[in-house]
């Protein structure tokens, strides 16, 4: 699958480049943009935690939140990638699918995308003015108003959920949009269907809890947020 195309950025202030994200290939669809990396992170709630636990490599779906320069991963004190990141470099992407890019070849399909890559070493939050600010984080990301609707953490909660914190100097972000970039290819003369099939999440109805009153009725921060966009 070809992932040429286009990308946009309005860069402002660079990230210090690394090797570990300097781009070698496809350079144009890349950015070290702060705004863009802000962007990607912005637009999303879940991430993949790369980590490497006995030797072994683990990749692992989780939610995040963004604060201050900071992105925080929450679990269980006895979460072994949260139990062993502190200790070593982790990798965490965030990836945003737009679109599928069906050209006239094969070799010339694709995808859309905005997506970014930040490595580190996390820090344990072990400060609870700043774990309560991460737990919040995390919960206004995916569900702006949340935080103080509902009831917040007990003691007890808090001393069974591990925080980290990985901060966001060391990250690199690519995108691509637009059409196959094969119009002007031979593959044109071919006369097939080529173009984007957009891919769009949006929010549903909510779905009240079935143990509550029949006419309960959801916060309106929730009921919003019905039929939006995410990202």
Known sequence: ???????????????????????????????????????????GFLCHLG????????????????????????????????VQAPDATVCVTVTHVDGLVLARSVFEHGVNYRCAMIYGVPRLVTDPDEKLRALRALTEQSSPGQWEYARQPSRKELAATSVVALDLTEASVKTRSGPPDDGESEDAALGLWAGEL???????????DPVLPPDSAPPAHVASRAGRVLG
């Open 51 to 82: 980590v490497t636990v006995d030797g072994t490599p683990m990749v692992v779906p989780t939610a995040y939140g963004v604060d201050g320069g900071q992105l925080y991963l929450h679990g269980s004190v006895a979460s072994r990638s949260l």
């Open 1 to 43: 699958m070809s992932s040429t195309g286009t990308s946009t950025s309005d860069r402002g202030e660079e990230l210090v480049v690394t090797e570990r994200t300097r781009l070698r290939r496809m350079r144009e669809k890349g950015s070290h943009g702060r705004a863009d990396l802000e962007a990607v992170l912005g637009a």
């Open 198 to 208: 957009p891919v769009v999440t949006t929010f549903g109805e909510p779905v009240t």
